[in-house]
Antibody, heavy 120, light 107 residues
């Protein structure tokens, strides 16, 4: 089955760190650009970060630059998001999503999401 | 960043009605626009890519049109299952951005 499964969410204090994981299955992971998209409670969707393989690049939305790091392990078909110096405004459901890269940067497959709550 | 603005924010319509949602970009995005449907507690689902390409398995009552800065999503005959929030997303740049969403309610 083609799917993405996120894990690693939870409750963390402001200033703390958390690492999210996304396990991919049923498709050739290395053929896709992978992304993190988040949704604050009751709010809309916000793209957070992208990781492509060929060419290799990573991009981040301005508000997480220097705090979040995206990475991927093709041997494990997994995507990660290392989040540090977390702020209240980072509270959201974090979705893993794939796109075809190049000119086709729309998200055709999404995981179920993992909730990150930043609160003291 | 390219700003995406959807209208209306909420609409209420009856089963069988024709419904149109508009999405405007702050600069031209050619036709690099996608539409998603999101139901409560679920991940978004891709409906349309490249402004008008219906994804496999999506009912034909959904259609998309537009180019440049103005785009529309049309539901030709609203069904009760279409109650959801709809988002547009531009992918003309390396930094994808979404509209704020349009909530479709069934009267």
């Amino acid at each position: 089955e083609v799917q993405l499964v996120e894990s690693g969410g939870g409750l963390v204090n402001p200033g703390g760190s958390l690492r999210l994981s996304c396990a991919a299955s049923g498709f050739t992971f290395s053929s896709y650009t992978m992304n993190w998209v988040r949704q604050a409670p009751g709010k809309g969707l916000e793209w957070v970060s992208s990781s492509s393989v060929s060419p290799s690049y990573t991009y981040y939305t301005n508000s997480v630059v220097g705090r979040f790091t995206i990475s991927r392990d093709s041997a494990k078909n997994s995507l990660y998001l290392q989040m540090s110096n977390l702020r209240d405004e980072d509270t959201a459901i974090y979705y893993c999503a794939r796109d075809l890269g190049g000119a086709n940067r729309y998200f055709d497959l999404w995981g179920q999401g993992t909730l990150v709550t930043v609160s003291s | 960043d390219v700003q995406m603005t959807q209208s209306p924010s909420t609409l209420s319509a009856s089963v069988g009605d024709r419904v149109t949602i508009t999405c405007r970009a702050s600069q031209t995005i050619t036709y690099w626009l996608a539409w998603y449907q999101q139901k409560p507690g679920k991940a978004p689902k891709l409906l349309i890519s490249k402004a008008s390409i219906l994804q496999s398995g999506v009912p034909s009552r959904f259609s998309g049109s537009g180019s440049g800065t103005e785009f529309t999503l049309t539901i030709s005959s609203l069904q009760s299952d279409d109650s959801a929030i709809y988002y547009c997303q531009q992918y003309n740049t390396y930094f994808p951005t979404f509209g704020q969403g349009t909530k479709v309610e069934i009267k």
